[in-house]
């Protein structure tokens, strides 16, 4: 398939790199990612994949657009508060690129529901800002042998790890369980700098974009940490696979 004098034009920054060209954006165009959360993270990760071209994008969530939200969650706006946040985002999305397809779920993602979410997807973004949907969706992801993109994000600080199957230890490896309820700060209470989120969302998108185009190095086996306050990022060696861990170990435990 040869792409068309508009594709051509509009991709052209892409197919200018040597390690995407032609051949990775169509990669790209054909791609699918699932965006879960439409908030802080899923903002730019949403609108960046957008604009790179992946051909499907899913967006996942239950929420509606709130004032407070407006400080960080740069794909809504004023006249959005109200409105479902995949609703919204969609919009804004199909505006920068009326291309692509975008595939809303209004729904809380959960274990009833998440693998017939993930089942059609070729990579997985988790813009969750809550432990027990992340280790839901690393649980699943390791089960469906779907690669995702881990992040997490509050006051200034943030951090993101990939996990490919096979190539790397998972979530549940470095974290292992999730924290009590009660011990789980969240931005509401703690705070967030709003321009962390385009930080830290933007590298969830990029991390997609290598997956898909088959760019670079993928952030796996290692955690990337951001501290704003003093301009510093660590890229942390993980240990490998966890021989113990119950979802991806030898002797795993956690099951469909």
Known sequence: MSLSKKLLERYSRHIALDEVGEAGQKKILAGKVLIIGT?????PAAMYLSAAGVG??????????ELSNLQRQI???????????????KERMQAINPDIRVDTYHTFV???NITDLMKNYDFIIDATDNFRSK???NDTCVMMNKPFSHAGILRF?????????????????????????????????????????????SM??????????GAGELLTGYLLTYDALTMQFR??????????????GKNSIIKF
Do not use: N, W
């Open 75 to 89: 794909i809504h706006s004023s006249s959005d508060i109200g409105r479902a946040k995949v609703l919204s985002a």
């Open 135 to 137: 280790f839901l969706i």
């Open 110 to 112: 959960s274990a009833d």
């Open 56 to 65: 499907t994008i899913g967006i996942a969530d239950s929420d509606k657009v």
């Open 39 to 43: 908030g802080g993270l899923g903002s």
């Open 204 to 213: 969830q998108a990029m991390e997609a974009l290598k997956y898909l185009s």
């Open 157 to 201: 600080g943030g951090q993101l790890m990939t996990y490919v199957p096979g190539k790397g230890p998972c979530y549940r490896c470095v974290f292992h369980t999730p924290p009590p309820d009660s011990m789980a700060d969240t931005a509401s209470h703690t705070g967030i700098i709003g321009a962390m989120c385009g930080v830290i969302g």
């Open 235 to 248: 890229k942390i060696k993980l240990p490998a696979t966890v021989d113990d861990c119950p979802v991806c």
